[in-house]
């Protein structure tokens, strides 16, 4: 398994839709895990971290399951400006402070 | 506002040349700083680790003695890309740990076109 896996996408969704991705990762010490979004030619910036089994943020939610080590980001009611690609990040050991990066999930909302 | 500042945004330069970017930490000190590189349509890769006051940690493949690192500072580390060459166009991004907030800040990242 890669360390860091996604589905690369397009995700071509209409404005209002509910739009799930998934990440599974290799290193089964990771205790903490992160989202970031990444708009075209910008730095990433951290959308959301995940430490135990989930987090919410307004339209934002992110699941994690330990078992099956993967985590997933779910975006209610997208909006024109959620277009971005979402990266899936992951500690790289156990309180290690370097990341491994997904290839992130591009997602389009349409008008 | 940013809280990890890069630059120069971007660099356009003749083959042989060597080309320096810095990353600045503005509300923190930043023991650890990381450079990442970003081809297109690749994800971010981890080139190396900078660590103020000591020598950088390279990942495996990456020449440190072409992408040399200095860390001089807590709150400054800087990439210098030594006699650049086509293949080293791309997307270079530093961020820097706030281990207060335990979180990773990082820069606008650096587009370097070597022609």
């Known amino acids: 398994r890669k ?5 690369p996408g397009p995700f071509n969704v209409p404005e209002g839709a509910t ?3 998934n990440c599974t990762y290799s290193n089964s010490a990771s205790q903490s895990f ?19 089994s989930g987090n919410e943020d307004g339209r934002f939610t992110a699941q994690l399951n330990r078992a099956s080590q993967y985590i997933s980001l779910l975006i209610r009611d997208s909006k024109l400006s959620d277009s971005a690609t979402y990266l899936c990040v992951v500690p790289s050991g156990a309180g ?10 591009k997602l389009s909302v349409i008008p | 506002g940013a809280v990890v500042s890069q630059h120069p945004s971007r660099v356009i330069c003749k083959s042989g040349t060597s080309v320096k970017i810095e990353c600045r930490s503005l509300d923190f000190q930043a023991t650890t700083m990381f450079w990442y590189r970003q081809f297109p349509k690749q994800s971010l890769m981890l ?7 000591s020598k950088a940690t390279y990942e495996q493949g990456v020449e440190k003695d072409k992408f040399l690192i200095n860390h001089a500072s807590l709150t400054l580390s800087t990439l ?11 997307f270079y991004i530093c961020s820097a740990r706030d281990i207060a907030k335990n979180i990773q800040y ?3 990242g650096t587009r370097l076109s070597v022609l």
């Open chain 2, 106 to 108: 990082f820069g606008a």
């Open chain 2, 47 to 53: 080139m190396a680790t900078s660590n103020e006051g």
């Open chain 1, 34 to 52: 992160f989202w970031y979004r990444q708009d075209c030619r910008k730095e990433p910036k951290l959308l959301m971290s995940v430490y135990s």
């Open chain 1, 3 to 7: 360390e860091v896996e996604q589905d």
């Open chain 2, 80 to 90: 210098t890309v030594t006699s650049a060459h086509p293949e080293d166009s791309s």
């Open chain 1, 19 to 21: 739009v799930a991705f």
């Open chain 1, 96 to 105: 290690s402070y370097q990341l491994t990066f997904g290839k992130g999930t």
